[in-house]
Structure formats: C-alpha cells, structure tokens
C-alpha cells in the first residue's frame, strides 16, 4: 500500500495512491484508517512530502561503492555515520532545488529513505521494521565546499531545498530486493542495489534509538551507491526505487 500526503481544495489530506489517483483516509472507531471519498486524479491534487518530521537523519558512507568514490582505501565504519538535515530542508515531490549564490560544486545523492511509523527508544535490530512505517525515494543534496571546510555541515546538507523526499510512503517495500537509479537530463548517473548495504534499515533504525527517541514522521535517508556529481541551474533530477515510484526534483539559482 502506497499512502500519500497531498493538498486537494485547500485541504492537506493522507490517502492510498494506487493506479494514478489517490483515495482519502480517515481514522475510524477503532483507530484504523478507513478510506472515504471517491478517488481523485493525482493531476488534481498537489503532492506534499511524506511527512511531517520531528527530525531527518541521514547516513553517510552507506555502500561500498560510494566509500570507494568518496576516499579509495579508506576502511568500512565500524557503525552508521548518521548526520541531521533539518526538516525545513525538506522539498515534495515536483518541487525547485534553489543552489545558493554563493554555493558551489553541489551534488545530488539519490537515497531510499525510511519513514518511522513508532515511536522508537532502544530497540533491537529483530524488532526495528515494526517501527517503520514505509520507505520513500529522496535526494541528500550537498555542497562539496561547505561540506569540506565548514566545521559543521548544518549548510553543506541542510539548506532550504536540499531534502527532497517522495512522492510516497510504500508500507509493504521489499528493500533487500530492491535497487535505485538516479537520472539527471534523463541519463543515469547512479545505480545500485539495496543488498548492497553496509547497514541496512533495521541496523540503522535499532543504532539511532540508541541514542534518539524516533518520532513517527521522522525520516532517515540511508546513504547513496557510487559517485555523485554537480548539479546546474536547469537540470532535472529523477530519483526511481521500483516499488515506490520516481522522485522528480528541477534545478534554479537561488535568490
């Protein structure tokens, strides 16, 4: 099941997305969603982002490849190396990814991300994905420079823009047998398959409940495969997990 937060008449609304229209949910008398209203075309609809978090977490050095990319030789981390992009970072589906005048050398990392569903303190790896609700597509944009030399990477990954997230939470995603593509102008500059983890999402949601309390909303991009590159004013950027759908972001200079 494919839920979906969107804005119809004015009205921000979570409903179930299936076959290019969206059904409206409602809670009913025992707390469970029920689905109401006659479906709506998603050409009617304006597409939010998944959620509403308290927080994002994001991982870094995810994959092998992208560690190979990002420092030859260095080792595997003994943990995820997790690091916060704020929730104003966050862009919905269809939305502009705005480059800072004076950003530079700013790159698109295409990312499955989790969506928590649970509130989550110290939990074990075997009970992690009854905390998840779903997973979703997202780009972990970042300014090289900043990411560089800034003892922080509060702007390097968390500008305005810079967490694109969606267009859906898919409840039932098989993730060890899934893969993601990422395109840019419509050519592929990043694949990979999930399997290739270093930590997967259970290892990742029972490692940050360690230390934070997950919220349900929050959201934890999981790192991205291989080598990242520039992204321009002009450029498109799709971001396709089978199973979830094709995140689609645009490129413009800031203001």
């Given at each position: ?6 804005r119809?008449?004015?009205?921000v ?11 409206a ?5 025992c707390?469970?969603?029920v ?6 075309g ?8 998944p ?8 991982v ?9 990319h990002?420092?030859?030789g260095?080792?595997a ?7 916060f992009?704020?929730?104003?970072a966050?862009?919905?589906h269809?939305g502009?990814i705005r ?11 295409g ?13 074990s790896?075997g ?12 780009i972990?944009v970042?300014?090289r420079?900043?990411?560089k030399?800034?003892l922080?990477?509060?702007?390097a990954?968390g500008?305005d823009?810079?967490a ?5 939470v ?8 899934g ?13 990979g398959?999930f ?21 349900p909303?929050d959201?934890?991009y ?11 004013p002009?450029d498109?950027v799709e971001?396709e997990i ?10 413009a200079?800031?203001?």
């Amino acid at each position: 099941m494919n839920y979906l937060r969107y804005r119809y008449r004015g009205k921000v609304m979570t409903g179930v997305e299936e076959s290019g229209a969206v059904r409206a949910l409602r809670m009913g008398p025992c707390d469970e969603c029920v689905e109401t209203d006659p479906p709506v075309g998603l050409d009617q609809v304006e597409i939010l982002c998944p959620s509403e978090p308290t927080k994002i977490l994001a991982v870094g050095l995810n994959y092998g490849s992208h560690l190979d990319h990002h420092a030859p030789g260095t080792s595997a981390p003994a943990s995820p190396e997790i690091f916060f992009k704020p929730p104003s970072a966050l862009l919905p589906h269809g939305g502009v990814i705005r480059i800072p005048p004076d950003a530079h050398d700013v790159h698109y990392e295409g990312e499955l991300v989790i969506v928590i569903g649970g509130m989550a303190r110290q939990v074990s790896p075997g009970e992690a994905e009854n905390y998840i609700l779903g997973y979703s597509c997202g780009i972990d944009v970042s300014a090289r420079i900043w990411q560089k030399n800034d003892l922080q990477w509060w702007r390097a990954k968390g500008c305005d823009t810079f967490a694109p997230a969606g267009p859906v939470v898919a409840a039932n995603f098989d993730w060890r047998n899934g893969g993601i593509e990422t395109r840019v102008n419509g050519g592929v500059v990043q694949s990979g398959r999930f399997s290739e983890f270093l930590f997967d999402p259970p290892m990742i949601v029972s490692y940050a409940s360690r230390y934070l309390t997950l919220m349900p909303g929050d959201l934890i991009y999981t790192g991205t495969p291989g080598g990242t590159g520039a992204l321009h004013p002009g450029d498109r950027v799709e971001v396709e997990i089978p199973g979830i759908g094709t995140l689609c972001s645009s490129v413009a200079a800031g203001a």
